[in-house]
């Protein structure tokens, strides 16, 4: 990697995201480490149960929806609904600019 001038090795999670930038994946549904299991998800069974008028949210629903795979594992977007997800992967941020893109004129009062 090349960091203020100096070309020095990259870091795991450097590694990463250049490994998803150039496959041109999104982060949130490769394939994690961790199993599904069923009783670590509570608090989002109970949420959607209280915003979709008691209705359960199955097992099967979720596979289908990509938030397991068939082989038990969770992507990388599930892990974060875990009932005691405490990670560092939740960070948000947000940029504002000046016109409706990034590379948008900037106009003046002039």
Not at 10 to 39: F, G, P, R
Not at 45 to 62: P, Q, W
Not at 88 to 99: A, D, P
Request: glycine share 10%; net charge negative.
């Amino acid at each position: 990697m090349r960091r203020d001038g100096f070309t020095n090795g990259a870091t795991y999670e450097e590694i990463i995201e250049m490994s998803v930038k150039s496959k041109n994946t999104q982060y949130d549904i490769l394939t994690s480490d961790k199993e599904y299991e069923a009783s670590n998800f509570k608090i989002l069974r109970e949420f959607y149960a209280s915003h979709n008028n008691g209705k359960v949210l199955t097992e099967k629903a979720l596979q289908s929806m990509g938030f397991y795979k068939e082989e038990g594992l969770l992507v990388n977007g599930a892990v974060l609904f875990e009932d005691h997800y405490h990670g560092k992967k939740t960070e948000v941020q947000c940029s504002v600019f000046s016109g409706f893109h990034k590379g948008s004129e900037r106009y003046g009062d002039g």
